[in-house]
Structures are given as structure tokens and as C-alpha cells.
């Protein structure tokens, strides 16, 4: 009877070198889940619009009431809240200095969104090369054991390979799974930013029609 190897046989067949690769990239792709989770929540929080927000601002900027847009700017935890605050804070100067603060602000909130994105394109790329290294081990360890057993056979050398390529395996799962989640994220950041800029034109054309 034929035995086949289960996943678990397979993962660990590769010997020292073989499980040191897959414990590496067993840690990646934990990694990369926790980036993905984690930043598609801060993204999505992010994303959130308060229409009742905006319609407030809109009417104590109307009502030269200053100091209630503040409050309100301080007590929303939103990008957008922070960003129209920059905005109020200023809203006596020229509107190129109003229009710079928001700018500035908005450039911090993308930078936080982003956070730790590049470590989710590290992994995609560093994974697959990773697996690779493993295979590579393998492979050196198999031919070592076929020029060192004067009774080698083609089963042992297609033992050797087949583990060794186990690595490279893991290794395009790994780094298919960060990459698809980087551009997912890429995405969703890119759409948040559309939404910053929209709602900042909006109010920057509220300030100068009540200038």
C-alpha cells in the first residue's frame, strides 16, 4: 500500500534547516494576518462619515460661534474632525495658512493609516524568497546524501526534492497572502483619503463664502 503523507508530515520533513524556514515563515504569515486585521479596523473607523458632524460645523462657522466648533473638533475622534479643527484654529488667517494646516494634519492621519503597510509588502516579497532559501537546503542536503550512499536511488532523490520544495510552497502562500492583503489595504486607504479630501474642500469653500 501506498502511504501518503499528511500536511503536518509534510511541513516537518525537511529537517532542521527545513523547520527553521517554515517556523520563519509560520511567524510571517501570523504577522501578516495580525497587520491585515489590525489595519483594516483603523481603516474602517476611519472611513466612518458623521453627516451630523459636517451640518454642525457648517452652522457654528455660519453662526461665527468658533469656540463650539472647537469643542466639537476636539470631542470627535475622527481624521476629518482633526483636520477641520487645524482648519478652525486658524480661521482668522489667510486661507492659504488654513488650507496649509489641514493639509499637514491630513498628511499625519494618512501616515498613521498606512502604518505598518510596508511591513505587509516586506512579507510578500521576503516570503517567497525565504521558501526558496529553504529549498535550496534541501536540495544541497539531498545531493550531499546521493554523492555520500554508494546505494542512492531515484526514490531518495525524489524524497529529497519533493521536501525541499515544501519551503518554496509555503513560501508563494505566505507571500501571495500579504500581497493581496497590502493592495486590499492600499485600496481602502486610497478611498478614506478621497473621502478627507472632499469633506476639506467642502469646508474650505464654506470658510470663503462667510469671508
Do not use: W
Request: glycine share 8%; with cysteine.
Amino acid at each position: 500500500t501506498k502511504k501518503t503523507l499528511s500536511v503536518i508530515d509534510l511541513i516537518t520533513s525537511g529537517g532542521i534547516g527545513g523547520n527553521l524556514v517554515m517556523g520563519a515563515l509560520g511567524l510571517l504569515s501570523l504577522f501578516a494576518i495580525y497587520i491585515l486585521i489590525e489595519r483594516f479596523s483603523v481603516i474602517k473607523k476611519a472611513s466612518k462619515e458623521d453627516e451630523n458632524f459636517l451640518k454642525s460645523i457648517q452652522n457654528f462657522v455660519e453662526a461665527k460661534d468658533i469656540q463650539a466648533a472647537k469643542t466639537l473638533c476636539r470631542n470627535t475622534d475622527s481624521p476629518i474632525s482633526r483636520m477641520i479643527e487645524k482648519g478652525v484654529n486658524r480661521i482668522d488667517k489667510p486661507m492659504t495658512d488654513i488650507s496649509a494646516a489641514i493639509e499637514n494634519q491630513g498628511k499625519l492621519e494618512v501616515f498613521k493609516m498606512e502604518n505598518n503597510l510596508a511591513n505587509l509588502a516586506t512579507i510578500s516579497g521576503a516570503a517567497p524568497m525565504i521558501g526558496f532559501l529553504g529549498t535550496v537546503i534541501g536540495m544541497i542536503i539531498a545531493f550531499q546524501e546521493m554523492a555520500r550512499k554508494e546505494d542512492f536511488i531515484t526514490k531518495d532523490l525524489a524524497e529529497g526534492i519533493y521536501t525541499a520544495m515544501i519551503t518554496t510552497a509555503a513560501g508563494l502562500v505566505v507571500g501571495i497572502i500579504a500581497y493581496i492583503s497590502y493592495n486590499y489595504l492600499v485600496n481602502k486607504v486610497d478611498k478614506v483619503i478621497f473621502q478627507l479630501e472632499a469633506r476639506t474642500t467642502e469646508f474650505l469653500d464654506l470658510l470663503h463664502h462667510n469671508n
